[in-house]
């Protein structure tokens, strides 16, 4: 099996990264390969398959005798996490062997983020009029109006909704439930597409509960709502590099934004750590100034 252009179009589709990032990923990964084979003309992709911590930090010590930029080390790590997570989560490997792996210490880059009219101008694009149409509609109001990652979004079952406590029950990563409110816009959507498209469907047996459908009745897949949310954004004329987690993103700002507690948030993302969520502190400096003006006593 070759692993690299799996993973090429893994980089490009679903994470959205830009050509010349998927380029410098995919060389890394390349270079590591070399390493390990010490043959500069031939990649041994079972070599990399087979890799352990050691083969890792031998690698970045042998950057660090290059005397290669901490930048460099870093996204070189950055790869490796990358590749092997992915291996991972294609059961190609077991256990993902970089999870001890550390890098040098760079500044953190802020996310892309989608102001409340832009999310309108992307909504507003979407054809109801198409069988998709208030599916689409539905997929995106509960991406920026719950926060949801990609994969809970795919995962969402029928019987998830608790739309009389205004509640949806999510799975998310490690297996941790968690209960995230769901507001009348969202809920409105939902139930205009399950009375109305969801209904129409010859749903595939075993995907009964299974809330957003494709055509055939069958589970929808991360690529298919990637896809789906950079169409969406360029007939609205996002210019942003946007992918599904951009909402999760505008999701959690909005919040801080509007005054909403940083603990809050962090239970309604599923973030193990505070220290995650915030970086969304740090998206709007007037939202920061403002709080210091209105709860300190000498400012």
Avoid: W
Wanted: charged share 25%.
């Amino acid at each position: 099996m070759l692993y690299l252009p799996l993973f090429q179009s893994y980089l490009r589709l679903e994470k959205s990264l830009s050509p010349k990032t998927v380029e410098a990923y995919l060389s890394d990964i390349e270079k590591f390969a070399h390493s390990l084979s010490q043959n500069d003309e031939k990649l041994d992709e079972q070599l990399l398959k087979e890799a352990t911590l050691v083969d890792f930090q031998n690698y970045l010590q042998q950057l660090f005798k290059k005397k290669a930029k901490a930048s460099s080390q870093a996204r070189a790590v950055s790869s490796l996490k990358a590749f092997y997570r992915f291996l991972q989560y294609e059961k190609i490997i077991e256990h993902n062997p970089t999870e001890l792996l550390e890098a040098p210490k760079i500044g953190r880059t802020l996310p892309e983020v989608l102001s409340v009219k832009e999310i309108e101008s992307i909504i507003a694009t979407i054809d109801l009029s198409k069988p998709e149409g208030h599916r689409n509609k539905a997929i995106v109001e509960v991406l920026y109006g719950c926060g949801l990652r990609v994969s809970e979004l795919i995962d969402l079952k029928l019987s998830q909704l608790f739309f009389r406590d205004n509640f949806i029950r999510i799975i998310g990563k490690g297996n941790k439930e968690r209960l995230v409110p769901i507001g009348e816009t969202a809920q409105k959507a939902v139930m205009h597409y399950v009375d109305g498209g969801r209904s129409k469907l010859k749903i595939k047996k075993g995907m009964e509960d299974m809330l957003f459908l494709n055509c055939r009745g069958s589970k929808l897949t991360r690529i298919m709502i990637f896809i789906m949310v950079k169409e969406f954004a360029q007939l609205g004329g996002i210019q942003k590099n946007i992918s599904p987690h951009t909402f999760r993103h505008s999701f959690a700002t909005h919040l801080i934004e509007g005054g909403a507690d940083l603990r809050a948030v962090q239970e309604m993302l599923g973030h193990v750590s505070i220290t995650t969520t915030e970086i969304y502190t740090h998206l709007d400096t007037d939202y920061i100034r403002s709080a210091i003006a209105q709860f300190h006593p000498r400012y």
